[in-house]
Nanobody
Framework: VQLQASGGGLVQPGGSLRLSCAAS????????MSWFRQAPGKEREFVGG????????NYGDSVKGRFTISRDNAKNTAYLQMNSLLLEDTAVYYC???????????????????WGQGTLVTVSS
């Protein structure tokens, strides 16, 4: 499975961006696809995720109410819509996927077998 993340860039505080993560290869309806982010000097942080079958979503506390994850099954693509961006949202954003994941593991980056290359989001005035 290959994941290709895109959509990062420079945005002002309060602005919006949409990231995409396109999956190719042996994808599965049992996939959990999630977004993580990592700022310089910080640990990788769970942003949010979506269960490919059924579309159930989870979000990290720092982005709840501002970020929304969706997916397009026909395109094998997940999206991270980021609104009301804050300076502290600046980070490299990664998409990750794993199949057959139990719920308690979705926040743990070590539980994901597949990773995209990362896309930089910079929030700055």
């Amino acid at each position: 499975v290959q994941l290709q993340a895109s959509g990062g860039g420079l945005v002002q505080p309060g602005g919006s961006l949409r990231l995409s993560c396109a999956a190719s290869g042996r994808t599965s309806n049992s996939f959990q696809m999630s977004w993580f982010r990592q700022a310089p000097g910080k640990e990788r942080e769970f942003v949010g995720g979506i269960k490919w079958s059924g579309g159930h979503t989870n979000y990290g506390d720092s982005v709840k109410g501002r970020f929304t994850i969706s997916r397009d099954n026909a395109k094998n693509t997940a999206y991270l819509q980021m609104n009301s961006l804050l300076l502290e949202d600046t980070a490299v954003y990664y998409c990750a996927a794993a199949s057959g994941m139990i719920r308690s593991n979705i926040f743990n980056p070590s539980a994901y077998a597949y990773w995209g290359q990362g896309t930089l989001v910079t929030v700055s005035s």
